[in-house]
């Protein structure tokens, strides 16, 4: 039963480029997430997707956009890259949209320079 | 909003001692979950344990077990007898009944020395 798949694992870019992330959920998952995790500090909701609709959308500016696709996966989308969005990236997936568990992948850790 | 505290910065300690991690939490939600992850240097979250706000009832699951206390707001989590593998920064995270989102706290580093 495979997990919540990311990609890449590392990314480098530099300020004013656009970056894209993936992510595939867990097998039966049907329910995306993303969160920003700063070095040092806990993750902080960015938004939520479920069939194929942002459901729900974190304190973020819309530099930060999203995206699912019909067989559930997602990408994260990010415009005009500033120093300060360096960090991981999480992708976390659930059963449904008011499912209680999030499970998460391994992360792009980005670095902006 | 929801709001999590873990008052403690890092904890280390030798290996089998045991390790309580203090989480306390606001929301104004009657009904809430809680929740407990681990994040080894790999960076990967991974679930350890849930707990419906109406259910008090404090579990033991394996070496892990956790005191809720709603008159608090506390959810703390305790490893028994730790192992150097259990190093790693130990999240609660806190979901309302209103709310997809998880508002984390900004986690517990756990260092096991043998």
């Known amino acids: 039963d495979a997990g919540v798949t990311q990609s890449p694992t590392h990314l480098i870019k530099t300020r004013g480029q656009q970056v894209t992330l993936r992510c595939s959920p867990k097998?039966?998952?049907?329910?995306v997430s993303w969160y920003q995790q700063a070095l040092g500090q806990g993750p902080q909701f960015i938004f939520q997707?479920?069939?194929?609709?942002?459901?729900q959308r974190g304190n973020f500016p819309d530099r930060f956009s999203g995206h699912q696709f019909p067989n559930y996966s997602s990408e994260l989308n990010v415009n005009a890259l500033l120093l300060g969005d360096s960090a991981l990236y999480l992708c976390?997936?659930?059963?449904?949209?008011?499912?209680?568990?999030?499970?998460f992948g391994p992360g792009t850790r980005l670095t902006v320079l | 909003a929801q709001k999590v505290t873990q008052a403690q910065t890092e904890i280390s300690v030798v290996e089998k001692e045991d390790v309580t991690l203090d989480c306390v939490y606001e929301?104004?939600?009657?009904?809430?979950?809680l929740f407990w992850y681990k994040q080894p240097p790999s960076g990967e979250l991974v679930f350890l344990i849930r707990r419906n706000s109406f259910d008090e009832q404090n579990e033991i699951s394996g070496r892990y077990s956790w005191n809720f206390q709603k008159s608090t707001s506390s959810f703390n989590f305790t490893i028994t007898a730790s192992q150097v593998v259990d190093s790693a920064v130990y999240f609660c995270?806190?979901?309302?009944?209103?709310?997809?989102?998880?508002?984390f706290g900004a986690g517990t580093t756990v260092t096991v020395r043998a």
């Open positions: 997707y479920y069939e194929e609709e942002e459901r």
């Open positions: 995270a806190l979901r309302g009944s209103n709310d997809y989102k998880l508002s």
């Open positions: 976390a997936s659930s059963l449904a949209l008011w499912a209680d568990t999030q499970y």
């Open positions: 097998s039966g998952h049907d329910t």
């Open positions: 929301t104004r939600d009657t009904t809430y979950y």
